[in-house]
């Protein structure tokens, strides 16, 4: 597999003085097309700041992130933001769904068009669920109305912020059987950051961060199914 993503020697502070927190310190890796990343690590080790780096929706204060070879670090915001459109698709804890338009308007408006919005929602298993407003969805399918919406936009890699962690345990595992399916079989680029460590054995690859540093990259041989994790 070829690498969709290449991240060199990232690093990022935030604040300044004795107030200064460093995010990120001499972070490097790649990111394979069709590959299931899982990043793990407590709050404040970094994940999220790696994740924002990747989506372009912050820049490292040192290093270079690269997008399919092309570096988008350097980019003014306007061009970053034609990027998060167009190549990047994301799934955050919260739906962020609006309450006033049905499943299929709210996937709508990152589709190129209405028939990619439905089959979006099919391919989450909503397609008969389209008329549905939020108020009348259960968390999960709110979640999958979200990864809809990600996928709807043909976008290039998927990038998920502890997608399950406002979901109880079943219901979680039905979004990680929807990113599995993504992945293993629609060939979809997934990047999974969470702090349950069980989730990792779904991944090609696990990455452990702590203090804004990875402390151990593990590839696994034989990934497991998301219905045969526990947590």
């Known amino acids: 597999m070829d690498s969709i993503v290449r991240l060199e ?5 935030y604040g300044s003085g004795d107030t200064a927190v460093s995010a990120l310190s001499g972070v490097s890796f790649d ?5 299931m990343i899982v990043i793990l690590g407590s709050s404040g080790s970094g994940k999220s700041t790696l994740l924002n780096m990747i989506g372009g929706m912050d820049v490292p204060d040192e290093g270079s992130v690269f997008f ?15 990027y998060r459109r167009k190549k990047v698709g994301f799934v955050f804890q919260s739906f962020n769904l ?19 919005a439905e089959e979006a929602l099919a391919m989450v298993g909503l397609e008969d669920r389209k008329n549905s407003y939020p108020s009348m969805l259960s968390g999960g399918q709110q979640q999958r109305v979200s990864i809809a919406r990600a996928l709807a936009k043909n976008s290039k890699i998927l990038l998920c912020d502890e997608p399950t962690g406002a979901l109880d345990y079943e219901t979680g595992k039905q979004i990680l059987t929807v990113l599995e399916i993504l992945c293993r079989k629609g060939h979809q680029t997934v990047v999974i950051v969470s702090h349950t460590q069980e989730i ?8 452990r961060m702590r203090n804004g540093k990875i402390i151990d990259m593990k590839k696994n041989t034989r990934p497991q199914s998301a219905r045969e994790i526990e947590w």
Request: aromatic share 2%.
């Open 31 to 35: 990111i394979k097309r069709g590959e």
């Open 98 to 116: 609006i309450s006033e338009l049905t499943a299929l308007e709210n996937v709508r408006l990152t589709a190129s068009d209405a028939r990619r």
């Open 9 to 13: 020697n990232l690093y990022k502070t």
């Open 200 to 207: 990792g054995r779904m991944a090609d690859r696990v990455i």
């Open 68 to 82: 399919e070879g092309k570096r988008i670090d350097e980019r003014g915001e306007k061009s970053l933001c034609e």
